[in-house]
């Protein structure tokens, strides 16, 4: 069965330095969202994206986060400075279909930001 | 504000015993509940979908009820197994917005 991958598994930073998340979706999927969980806490809702652009976003993704899909099959997801705070498991997920459908979630990431 | 509750409390129950868990909504009217399955360190895998015209949904093991009148979804696994150990994530959602708002998610204990 088609799996979202994500990369790295665990990525470790420094505050203030810039990461970049990779996700690729299922091959036929066109919606795609980044999801973040800090330890013990919900899964929250950061960006949607379709046909290259933002469909929306959350208070959270404010201007420190940015997405794009740079080659037509990874989306990233970039954080430019990171604080304390970004410390979390990103989820990248991704859907087909235009209507209500199951999102695919990936493995996720683990940021641990020092 | 939208609010989403679920038992912050594990629920822990004896394996063959039926698992219910609750997921309560408030100040919004959803066209749709989906529920996820979390593993810990892993991402929601999704389980079932309902919309707000059926009352009743049903997977294997699985059964879903939505009461809008009530605000309210009832997840039910009969026959537990262990392996069903989880937390069980709910996330209303809205025709006009296809992102997931999740609640807090209730864990799930099958003792074998």
């Known amino acids: 069965e088609p799996e979202v991958t994500q990369t790295p598994s665990h990525q470790v930073t420094q505050m203030g330095q810039e990461v970049i998340l990779r996700c690729v979706p299922i091959?036929?999927?066109?919606?795609f969202y980044w999801y973040r969980q800090i330890l013990g806490q919900k899964v929250e809702f950061l960006v949607s994206f379709y046909n290259n652009e933002i469909s929306e976003k959350s208070e959270i993704f404010d201007d420190q986060f940015s997405v794009e899909r740079p080659d037509g099959s990874n989306f990233t997801l970039k954080i430019r400075s990171t604080k304390l705070e970004d410390s979390a498991m990103y989820f990248c997920a991704t859907r087909t279909s235009g209507g209500v459908d199951t999102q695919y979630f990936g493995p996720g990431t683990r940021l641990t930001v020092l | 504000s939208q609010k989403i509750e679920q038992n912050s409390e594990a629920l822990n129950i004896q394996e063959g015993k039926t698992a219910t868990l609750t997921c309560n909504y408030t100040n919004y009217s959803p066209a749709y509940l989906q529920w996820y399955r979390q593993d810990p360190g892993r991402g929601p895998v999704f389980l079932l979908l309902?919309?707000?015209?059926?009352k009743e949904k049903r997977k294997e093991r699985l059964k879903v009820t939505f009461d809008t009148t009530l605000k309210q979804s009832l997840f039910h696994i009969t026959a537990s197994q262990p392996a069903d150990s989880a937390t069980y994530l709910c996330?209303?959602?809205?025709?006009?917005?296809?992102?997931?708002?999740f609640g807090s998610g209730t864990r799930l204990l099958v003792r074998p």
């Open positions: 091959s036929n999927h066109l919606y």
């Open positions: 309902i919309r707000e015209n059926e």
């Open positions: 996330a209303p959602g809205m025709d006009s917005s296809y992102k997931l708002i």
